[in-house]
């Protein structure tokens, strides 16, 4: 039965210390292969007198504000993209994101993606069916996938065309995406 135990500095909120205690399970299981429910996590809280690091006291502030959330990052800039939300969905963009599509070749700007695709369909969306995250070391893989439906240019609807897109986080910002779908097969 693997029992991990860390210390923190007291003032975490409550559900990065849940999210943390989560990723913890996950990392021992994949590890070891152990079961989930033979793992066990404590968090141990310090309060900040009670800590030093270089000889200095420290508490939980800017230098230790949570990560976003790598799935929430990804869902916010799929919903900001849904909404044609740009300038929402930029803000979620390393300087140096790229993205690819099937048959777009790679792209750095959200302006390059909708005149690419403005003659392919009028809209598209996505039911999402399911997120899998791992962790890379220097960033983190979100892997989402589920259905499209839309409209075709001439006004027709398609549904129940598949999808994966592939999201690399990097410093808390998605530094790339990778699409493949089965749209051209859904065209005919």
Not at 52 to 61: D, E, K, T, V
């Amino acid at each position: 039965m693997p029992v991990v135990q860390v210390s923190l500095i007291s003032g975490y909120s409550s559900e990065l210390k849940q999210r943390l205690c989560s990723r913890l399970t996950g990392a021992v299981r994949e590890t070891i292969a152990a079961d989930p429910e033979a793992i066990t996590v404590f968090l141990h809280e310090v309060a900040p007198d009670g800590y030093q690091r270089g000889g200095r006291p420290r508490s939980p502030g800017a230098e230790a504000a949570p990560a976003p959330d790598p799935e929430e990052l990804v869902r916010t800039f799929l919903e900001a993209m849904e909404a044609r939300d740009l300038p929402r969905a930029a803000t979620l963009l390393a300087d140096d994101f790229t993205m690819e599509f099937p048959g777009s070749g790679p792209l750095t700007r959200l302006e390059e993606l909708v005149a690419w695709a403005s003659g392919r369909y009028r809209f598209v969306k996505k039911r999402l069916a399911a997120f899998d995250t791992c962790d890379k070391g220097d960033h983190v893989v979100v892997v989402c996938h589920g259905e499209l439906y839309g409209k075709w240019p001439d006004g027709s609807t398609f549904d129940g065309v598949r999808f994966i897109d592939r999201f690399e986080v990097r410093d808390g910002r998605l530094a790339r995406q990778c699409v493949w779908n089965d749209l051209a097969l859904a065209r005919g």
